[in-house]
């Protein structure tokens, strides 16, 4: 079956807008995990969807960064006020259950430069 | 505070020759530990995972990693590489804290020379 899809696959924005990344995660799949990846680094987790749960979001850096997940399934990344610093590939995972043994399927991320 | 290390953020090997990726974690719980692979302009894939089972873990790819407690390792190997390993490969632990937790490695870069 499909992957894990994000859109849009590359994004130029300026400093000061606001965007929003998406995430379709693998069907059925219950949990959902966002990630940073800055040049040179690991990964960084910035929130994490598991199930009807309250999402995990001790990750997110500032109160500029929001996400969401609707229905259990797409999730949404939101940054508002983009800063220079924001620039980083934003890579979604899923699992098909909760779980810290769960293996994630990553999709290909998403590109964000802020200029 | 829980940290995975990857030693050496560039590895260069030939083709044919042994690969070995260097894994160290500190936990104050028993981990889980994960080598995920990424191809360039690509997500992140599995290649093994240890859970408490075997300390030998095989994964995809010929890939192999051993976990090892006394050492708080987990390297990743594999015989003989091929010019199609060369990519990214990041070492993850997840702990049963009550809550998510997976911290990754900062990744190392594996070249492979013909």
């Known amino acids: 079956g499909a992957g894990v899809s994000q859109s849009p696959s590359n994004k130029v924005t300026e400093k000061g807008k606001d965007v929003e990344l998406r995430c379709d995660p693998i069907s059925g799949h219950t949990a959902l995990y966002w990630y940073r990846q800055s040049l040179g680094q690991g990964l960084e987790f910035l929130i994490y969807?598991?199930?009807?749960?309250?999402?995990?979001k001790s990750g997110l850096p500032s109160d500029r960064f929001s996400a969401e997940r609707t229905g259990g399934s797409v999730s949404t990344l939101t940054i508002q006020r983009t800063q220079q610093e924001d620039s980083a590939v934003y890579l979604c995972?899923?699992?098909?259950?909760?779980?810290?043994?769960?293996?994630?399927?990553f999709g290909p991320g998403t590109r964000l430069l802020v200029l | 505070a829980q940290s995975v290390t990857q030693l050496g953020s560039h590895v260069s090997v030939s083709e044919g020759a042994l690969v070995l990726l260097r894994c160290n974690y500190s936990?104050?719980?028993?981990?889980?530990l994960f080598w995920y692979v990424q191809y360039p302009n690509q997500g992140l894939q599995l290649l093994l995972k240890?859970?408490?089972?075997?300390?030998l873990v095989k994964g995809i790819n010929g890939f192999e990693a051993e976990f090892k407690k006394s050492e708080t390792s987990f390297h990743l190997t594999k015989p003989s590489a091929h010019m199609s390993d060369a990519a990214e490969y990041f070492c993850a632990v997840s702990l049963n804290t009550g809550g998510f937790k997976t911290i990754f490695g900062a990744g190392t870069r594996l070249f492979v020379k013909a």
């Open positions: 240890y859970t408490s089972a075997a300390t």
């Open positions: 969807f598991q199930g009807n749960s309250a999402p995990d």
């Open positions: 995972a899923s699992s098909l259950r909760t779980g810290v043994q769960e293996t994630q399927y």
């Open positions: 936990s104050s719980v028993p981990p889980y």
